[in-house]
Every structure is written in structure tokens, then in C-alpha cells.
């Protein structure tokens, strides 16, 4: 039962008509209850609302209920279980309930008449294994981001929680008393935002599998990594993390992907360990040693032949790969509304106007991601600093599109790239209502023909002005 229907109808029918009323509810009960004069008001109230325990369901209730798209935005992603839109008629009696849900990646939507309306049974929705999300009431990293991550790792988010800064300074004891209240069926845990030390010594505790942003991350390389380049990535995160000691976490990942290798004859459990990781270190380095001869051999070889090579960054799911197929006019790598879905980096020489070039598509950068696993992007670093042009993707249709941008910058110029390189590009303009001014680069959409063709004339202009230059000093 996620609400008493009877008691809802009575708090909306004492409502004045032409008002919208605001219900947040926990557990089925009513913690707040306002009334907004236009949509504006409740979208101001739902700027400012912070994300807590205190609701997990809010109604919203109009004569003619916002849309459901305008309302999420306020929301940061997907804390709720429950949005319901509620419409009535003249006599205030609601008429119709639209409620969306949460199903694995999915916002299910229903639409019935308000009395009618039952609590859709979880098992009959969800196929993925269930997961219980932990973020803190200063977390860093954005909320959607993290539940994105953790449902693009292949788990269903069924219950969100943030954690007081009181009870994270009290540390071990107080997040094992929290954790008592999650129920078991939730087969694993998220933190968004805690030390991986502390989480594998409350998963040592609690005995429940806990899951940090990095495990989400190399979990979704594990599943994403085909080609040499993307396995090459996630081996040298895994092996780093493992070195890192954080064994009993690795062996969390493993319950849910395969194991790690099989046990010696006569071996304890911690030689077994030790060796794996010896031999797992040795062969991975030894791959990417490989790895990183082959391309710096291609890169000699790219610039023997004195073509250009123009490679295109960003930050994750920003529309990279959708450029490269558009500027290529083909489906050359995969592109999806996913995070990291192409992990393996690709070129292709193109005809760009006659001038031949390579274009590059790379892997997607995250923020917060630790030392171990921006290490295993030093090839991809390697490829992108050797660049003649850096075409920087920005997804111009996310809230914190200048964080992420700065990040990814900043990711770039600490790794070699030489900043006058970067360009940037404001991708999905068609999505956006309201174009900011910009200092530099341009909006485009990938979408459209003439602003392909738009970037590919930049691109030649770019390259030319560069070769003159060249030939000029
Ligand atoms: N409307 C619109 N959608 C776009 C545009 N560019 C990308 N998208 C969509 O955004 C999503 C992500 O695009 P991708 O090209 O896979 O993004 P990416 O940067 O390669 O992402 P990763 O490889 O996962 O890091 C896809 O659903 C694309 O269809 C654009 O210019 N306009
Ligand atoms: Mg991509």
C-alpha cells in the first residue's frame, strides 16, 4: 500500500479549485502538504526541495496537472518511488490518476481512474536484481547520475536513502544500524559518495554486497569491454583496485560476474589470492605494454602519412559516438542512451571534402572517479594528446553541463592535451528550449544535415589553417 486513497481525497477536495496542491508522503503517510497558485510556484518549491527521507511519493494535484517531464527536472532523477499526477473535474472530485513508477530502467506509467488505482506488485515488474541506493545529504556527484549508473550496471533501484552528515561522522556503527533496515531482498547495496575502505569494512559487517561509484563503473566495463582496447581498460582498473586491497569488494563484483580464477592444490585462501593477482598484474601489464607499442606504431604511422587526426571527447553518454557515425555517415561504433557504451575506441579514415582524416571516437570520462580507474585511461589520453584537434562534446541538455565540461577539460590538459587543441561542441540543441550565449564553439544536433555539414566545413577550415600555418614557421 504506497497511500490511503480516502485520506488523499479528503486533503485534495478541502482544496480550492484553481490551486495546485503539493502531497509528499512517506511510507504512505503525509508529511507536507501545500497549495501553489501556478507552476511556477511549485516549480520554484521544487527547485529548492532537498533530497531526503522525508518522502519517497509526492502527488501533485491541478485542474490541469503540470507535465510530467517539467516536473522531473526539478526532481534530480529518480528519488521518488512514486510521482502521481492528479486531475479533477468541477466538482472536485478527482477524475483520473496518472502514476509513474520505477521499473528497472524504465519510468512505467499508469493511467486509471483514482479509485481505481493499485499498487503495482514488484516482482511482477522487475527482472533485474534489486539494489538500495545510499547517498549523503552533501554528495558531490549528482543523484541521477549515480542511480544511472547503478541501473546502466544492470540493477533496479527500488528504495533511495540519504544518510545525515551526523550519521556519516559516526561512522561504522551508525551506517550497520542503517543498513538493519533495508530488507534482505535488496540482493545488493550502492553508496554514492563513502570511502572504499569503509564500505568494504561495512560490507565485512553487515555481510551484505556494497557497491561503490567505482565498482558500478568497472562493473559496466565488464559488461560493455568487447575489443582489446576496452578488456585492456577494465583489467588494469580491476588489477589497480585489487592492489589497492580491496579484495572482499572484487570478490563482491565477481558473485555477480563470474569468478576469478581457479584455486591451486594445497593453496590457503589468501596465497590463492595473492597469486591470482600476481599473475593477473604481470599478464595485464604485459598486454599493456602491447597495447600502447601497437597504437604509439599507428600514431608514427599517421603522422608519417602526414593525415590529420581529429578526435572526439566528452564526457559520458554526451553524444560523442552520434557525431562520429553522423560525420562518417555510417553506424561505426555504438551509440546509446547509456552510459559507457562504447568503451573501445575507434578510428576511421574518412574523405573529409577530398582532404583525407582520421576521426577518433574515445571513451566517455566520469567525474569522481578514483586514481585506479582514470589510470586505465592513459592510452586513451595518449590518443587523444597526439590529436591535431580535440572536438570536446557537451551535452548541452544536462544541468551541470559547465561542471562537466571544466572537468573534462581539466581531465584533458592534466594529461597532455594542449588546450588551444580543444573545441568545444554543444551537442542535442534540438532538446534544448533556451540556447546560452557562448564564448566558444557552437550548438548543433546531430540530428540535422546542415549542421554535419556545418562542423564538417569547421573541421576542413581548421585543419587547413593549420597545415598553413605549418608550412609557414
Ligand atoms: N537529439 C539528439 N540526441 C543526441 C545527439 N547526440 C547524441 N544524442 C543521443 O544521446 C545519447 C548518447 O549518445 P552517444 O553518442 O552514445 O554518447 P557517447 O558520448 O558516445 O556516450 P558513451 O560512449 O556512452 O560515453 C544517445 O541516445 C543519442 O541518440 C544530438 O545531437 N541530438
Ligand atoms: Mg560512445
Known amino acids: 500500500m504506497i497511500f490511503d486513497q480516502n485520506q488523499i481525497l479528503k486533503i485534495i477536495k478541502d482544496n480550492p479549485l484553481n490551486t495546485i496542491k503539493l502531497l509528499l508522503l512517506s511510507k504512505g503517510e503525509v508529511t507536507q502538504s501545500r497549495i501553489f497558485v501556478s507552476n511556477w510556484d511549485l516549480f520554484d518549491f521544487l ?3 532537498k533530497a531526503s527521507n522525508d518522502f519517497d511519493t509526492m502527488f501533485i494535484a491541478a485542474k490541469t496537472a503540470p507535465k510530467i517531464v517539467e516536473t522531473r527536472s526539478f526532481m534530480d532523477g529518480k528519488l521518488l518511488k512514486y510521482l502521481g499526477l492528479i486531475t479533477y473535474d468541477e466538482d472536485k472530485i478527482p ?71 551526523q550519521s556519516l561522522k559516526n561512522g561504522i556503527n551508525r551506517m550497520t544500524e542503517l543498513l538493519k533496515d533495508v530488507p534482505l531482498e535488496h540482493g ?63 570478490t563482491g563484483l565477481s558473485r555477480i560476474k563470474g569468478g576469478i580464477g581457479l584455486k591451486g592444490p594445497g593453496e590457503t585462501k589468501e596465497e590463492e589470492r595473492k597469486r591470482i593477482l600476481k599473475n593477473k598484474e604481470k599478464n595485464v601489464r604485459k598486454q599493456l605494454e602491447n597495447e600502447f607499442s601497437r597504437l604509439d606504431f599507428q600514431r ?130 534540438g532538446k534544448i528550449k533556451i540556447k546560452r550565449p557562448l564564448r566558444s564553439g557552437f550548438f548543433y544536433d546531430a540530428t540535422d544535415p546542415e549542421d554535419i555539414t556545418k562542423i564538417k566545413k569547421f573541421l576542413y577550415k581548421k585543419l587547413t589553417e593549420k597545415e598553413e600555418f605549418q608550412l609557414s614557421l
Open 300 to 429: 608514427k604511422f599517421r603522422k608519417r602519412s602526414q593525415i590529420a587526426t581529429v578526435a572526439v571527447v566528452g564526457y559520458t553518454n554526451a553524444g560523442k559516438s552520434t557525431l562520429f557515425n553522423a560525420l562518417l555517415n555510417e553506424e561505426a561504433t555504438k551509440e546509446s542512451n547509456k552510459f559507457f557504451s562504447s568503451i573501445d575506441p575507434k578510428i576511421r579514415k574518412f574523405s573529409l571534402f577530398g582532404k583525407p582524416l582520421f576521426l577518433l571516437d574515445t571513451v566517455g570520462f566520469i567525474s569522481n572517479m578514483s586514481n585506479d580507474i582514470t589510470d586505465a585511461f592513459n592510452s586513451t589520453f595518449s590518443e587523444i594528446a597526439a590529436s591535431d584537434l580535440i572536438l570536446h562534446i557537451i551535452d548541452s541538455t544536462e544541468k551541470g553541463w559547465e561542471e562537466r565540461k571544466r572537468f573534462v577539460e581539466n581531465l584533458l590538459i592534466e594529461n597532455g592535451c594542449d588546450k588551444h587543441s580543444i573545441v568545444p561542441l554543444f551537442s542535442k540543441k
Open 188 to 250: 545488493v547495496i550502492v553508496f554514492s559518495d563513502s570511502s572504499a575502505s569503509l564500505l568494504a569494512k561495512l560490507e565485512e559487517k553487515t555481510s551484505r554486497t556494497i557497491l561503490s561509484r567505482d565498482d558500478l563503473i568497472i562493473s559496466i566495463f565488464n559488461a560493455r569491454a568487447e575489443g582489446t582496447g576496452g578488456k585492456l581498460k577494465l583489467a588494469s582498473a580491476v588489477v589497480a583496485k585489487e592492489k589497492a586491497n580491496f579484495r572482499k569488494k572484487i
Open 47 to 49: 527547485e529548492k526541495l
Open 95 to 165: 477524475e483520473n490518476i496518472t502514476l509513474f513508477y520505477k521499473s528497472a530502467a524504465k519510468l512505467q506509467k499508469i493511467s486509471a481512474p483514482f479509485f481505481l488505482f493499485k499498487e503495482p506488485k514488484k516482482n511482477e515488474f522487475c527482472d533485474n536484481p534489486t539494489a538500495a541506493f545510499f547517498t549523503s545529504e552533501s554528495a558531490s556527484t549528482s543523484i541521477a547520475e549515480n542511480i544511472k549508473l547503478a541501473e546502466d550496471a544492470g540493477f533496479s533501484i527500488t528504495d533511495t536513502f540519504v544518510i545525515s552528515e
